[in-house]
């Protein structure tokens, strides 16, 4: 792997580095990068190519798995996000928890809350789709019933109209 040379003057002198700190901190840097793209490119293949899978349903809805490696990927992409750039990697474990718990605690209400409502959907599914059928077969009646009684004035109009003519 070639050296990255970034035209910058005296970098390593204006940050308070030596030239090898400098080096190693954009390798590290340069590092991360990879790892993230090769975590970017891995989902774009998935996601390309899950219907080939076997990872989408036949509608081509997405299935739990799916969701599981994307919302993975992402956490990991997170993971080297936090631990490089924001410099966590490199703190005492009572600041990492500090800050990371907030963002734990969050993650799991969200996740709670999505599970709450999918489990009480669910319940409740055979009951709603009960009442959406009733409501589409009442809808049609009633679009039907509006179609014929516009056909019948369609017809009358003409006659109707020319009465009104003569008075």
């Known amino acids: 792997m070639s050296e990255f ?18 080096k190693v901190k954009r390798k590290k840097l340069w590092n991360v990068f ?3 793209l090769a975590i970017t490119i891995l989902e774009l293949i998935i996601g390309s190519f899950a219907n080939q899978m076997g990872l989408l349903e036949a509608d081509r ?5 799916l969701k599981v490696i994307f919302i993975g990927l992402t ?28 963002y734990l605690i969050f993650i799991l209400y969200l996740i709670y809350i999505v599970i709450a409502e999918a489990v009480y959907c669910g319940v409740n599914k055979e009951k709603m789709d009960g009442l959406i059928v009733k409501q589409k077969i009442e809808l049609n009646a009633a679009a039907a019933a509006g179609h014929q009684s516009a056909a019948g004035e369609k017809q009358e109009s003409p006659a109707h109209e020319g009465t009104e003519a003569h008075h």
Not at 10 to 21: D, F, K, N, T, V
């Open 75 to 102: 956490i990991a992409k997170a993971f080297y996000i936090v631990f490089s750039f924001m410099h966590l990697g490199h703190e005492k474990k009572a600041l990492k928890y500090s800050v990371l718990a907030p």
């Open 5 to 22: 040379h970034d035209d910058y003057p005296q970098y390593e002198l204006m940050a308070h580095h030596s030239e090898e700190e400098g």
């Open 61 to 65: 809805t997405s299935t739990v798995l």
């Open 34 to 36: 990879w790892i993230m």
